[in-house]
């Protein structure tokens, strides 16, 4: 065997060992201390992973986090199965109290996160189509309250009522929309994120403020969807999770169907944010911007989140689009950096203001290969390669030099290795 494929075995072992590690019998942790609950997203990402080992427990992933489903339909993004009390804002800041029905007592966070679960699932399903059935209309629940809450005027355009909902925390584009969060009424609280990671590659505390803030003003509501969709000082629409609500309502009329299930209600979902998505458009930039709709300002500067068109299956810009990202391209050793890499506000150690995010180069692989982009798309699987097998499975990596990034020991970073990056073929 030759050192390039040792280490690829090696790096399966440990990415095996890593899910079993951070395993807490029914659910995944994303990573043990930074993040000890169960993670929105973050789970749905590592049942790919686990499908690859068990399919049961990856099943089991999905199902144990919609038994944290709230009766609006709302899947959180935090399950506080366990108490650790590592991490901040635990239960007593969310204050979220019995909104949530389920069969286990157990306390939330109040917001949701991108709705991967029904892509997820649709690809579970590929062996175990009659696990579907129970799944089907939670899924349908969840995205209905998507629409209803996060687009009330039914605009097509997906809101985001805290930037830890829309997954990408601290990305450039929410820093206008923060600027007029008031965090007057904050008392002082410990961050514990910086207990484990440096401060360097972290949201600043300008902006911790900010999201405790608006976790107060949303509790203080007592969650009541209305009053946040009116209310709430940060309400911006995001080009990512309405892609990602786009693909997912696709593979659910996907699953319906299978199921012999009607999936009329969903293509006309399907249509509203397939009109709604060409607001996100920004012609000068040349790619989907988010829209503060507070202010109906549209952010300036391009994300990755553009490059998540084609797997919302949204094709009306792909040359421009792909344009973009090869421009991307020239200026870093690795793709897909989170922000554009030749703004100012890029950092390639910030979070979301530059690190790769294996999850979004999976997305936006899967979405130029459907596309019929091969070429691009193997690009972006060989450059998610190239950095597990330099620096292991990290929350995120630095596109220039192509380190690790963040917390490490990371559930979804070895998911997408042992689902995607690590395969043969896809
Ligand atoms: C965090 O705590 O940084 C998470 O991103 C919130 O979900």
Redesign the pocket.
């Known amino acids: 065997m030759d050192a390039t494929a040792a280490d690829h075995e090696a790096r399966t072992a440990e990415a095996r060992r890593i899910l079993a590690d951070n395993s807490r019998g029914d659910y995944t942790v994303p990573s043990p201390k930074l ?1 000890p609950f169960q ?1 929105n997203w973050d789970s749905a990402f590592t049942a790919l992973g686990l499908a690859e080992l068990d399919t049961d427990r990856a099943w089991r992933e999905i199902e144990k986090l919609f038994d944290a489903q709230w009766p609006s339909g709302m899947v959180p ?2 399950v506080f199965w366990s108490d650790e009390s590592t ?1 901040f804002p635990g239960p007593d800041v969310w204050q979220t109290g019995d909104r949530v029905s389920m069969r286990d007592a157990v306390t939330t966070s109040g917001i949701s ?1 991108p709705p991967v679960a029904a892509t997820v699932v649709r690809r579970l399903a590929e062996h175990d189509a009659h696990r579907t059935i129970a799944l089907i209309p939670k899924l349908d629940a969840w995205h209905r309250w998507w629409h209803s809450a996060r687009d009330p005027s039914g605009s097509g355009v997906i809101a985001v009522s805290h930037p ?1 909902e829309s ?1 990408r ?1 601290n990305v450039p584009d929410w820093d206008a929309p923060l600027a007029a969060v008031d965090t007057g009424g904050v008392e002082a609280y410990s961050r514990r ?1 910086l207990d484990v990671v440096g401060a360097e590659m972290r ?1 600043h505390q300008r902006e911790y403020d900010r999201y405790v803030a608006l976790v107060e003003f949303a509790a203080a509501t007592g969650w009541d969807d209305q009053a946040i969709a009116q209310q709430s000082p940060f309400w911006v629409a995001d080009p990512a999770t309405t892609a990602i609500l786009l693909r997912a309502e696709r593979d659910l009329a996907a699953l319906m169907s299978m199921a012999g299930l009607d999936p009329t209600e969903v293509e006309v979902r399907i249509a509203r944010l397939e009109q709604g998505y060409e607001q996100f458009w920004n012609q000068e930039v040349g790619a989907y911007c988010s829209i503060d709709l507070r202010t109906g300002r549209q952010a300036g500067a391009a994300t990755s989140a553009s490059f998540l068109a084609p797997y919302a299956g949204v094709n009306a810009h792909h040359e421009r689009v792909v344009a973009e990202l090869d421009e991307w391209s020239a200026e870093t050793a690795f793709a897909v950096p989170s922000f554009d890499p030749r703004r100012p506000e890029f950092e390639p150690n910030r979070y979301w203001r530059g690190p790769i995010w294996l999850v979004l180069n999976y997305m936006i692989g899967t979405g130029l290969a459907e596309a019929g982009d091969a070429e691009r798309a193997e690009r972006i699987r060989t450059s998610t390669r190239e950095l597990v097998l330099r620096s292991g499975f990290a929350e995120s990596f630095n596109p220039v030099a192509g380190t690790a990034v963040g917390g490490v020991q990371f559930s979804w970073t070895a998911a997408v290795w042992l689902a995607w990056a690590s395969r043969d073929e896809v």
């Open positions: 993040y993670w993004h935090i991490y996160q830890w997954g925390d994120d949201p």
